[in-house]
């Protein structure tokens, strides 16, 4: 069986795995989650690249933000301890949008991406495959970098062609990559 890279924008992926256990009312599971996404590929997961941020923290934070922390902090411990698995992180943003609500946005994600999918030839010279599971365009440059470069890139997204829907994905990122798969409700089980 071939080897995979499998690289996860978190955020999106999250976001992702809340909407599938929303709608039937049961746990996901995390990591059986990349393993299913390769074994449908038959494809041998190598190494497992996540990348995420950390909940956001007030100077003072509160019971929320500090449970926020503690479950992440949790999730983050378990994950560096096995060796098959990168943990890289950004950072969290908060802003208060037009209506004067919270939201949170992670910075600096993409780039961390980039920039271990850009170092994979020299990394894992054996490795061919890559699965990214991710929505933004921000990642088709170095998916058209890598492609030049010989590496099939497998898409693995999910969006859902409703109006001011929060799942989108960019056209141009589907056009760019070899292969894409819209994640789906057994992939997470």
């Known amino acids: 069986m071939e080897d995979v890279l499998l690289f996860v924008d978190d955020g999106f992926f999250g976001l992702v ?17 990349f393993r299913n996404i390769c074994d ?3 494809l041998n997961l190598r190494h497992l690249f996540i990348y995420t941020a950390p909940p956001y923290q007030s100077s003072n934070p509160n019971a929320k933000e500090d449970m926020l922390m503690s479950k992440y902090q949790a999730m983050t411990k378990m994950l560096r301890k096995k060796k098959w698995i990168t943990l890289r992180e950004g ?6 949008n037009a209506s004067g609500k919270e939201e949170f946005s992670q910075k600096g994600v993409d780039a961390l991406v980039i920039l271990d999918m850009y170092d994979i030839k ?15 365009s921000d990642f088709v440059p170095v998916i ?4 030049q470069k010989g590496f099939e890139i497998i898409i693995y997204t999910y969006f859902d062609r409703k109006r001011n829907s929060r799942f989108s994905t960019s056209n141009h990122l589907l056009k760019s990559c070899s ?3 819209r ?7």
């Open 17 to 33: 795995k809340n909407h599938f256990q929303n709608l039937d009312n049961k746990p996901k599971k995390y990591l059986q989650t």
């Open 91 to 96: 950072r969290c943003r908060k802003i208060i």
């Open 183 to 189: 994640l789906r409700g057994e992939d997470f089980r």
């Open 40 to 42: 449908k590929e038959k």
């Open 122 to 136: 020299e990394n894992y010279p054996n490795v061919k495959k890559v699965i990214l599971i991710a929505s933004d």
């Open 179 to 181: 292969k894409w798969v």
């Open 144 to 147: 058209e970098r890598m492609k």
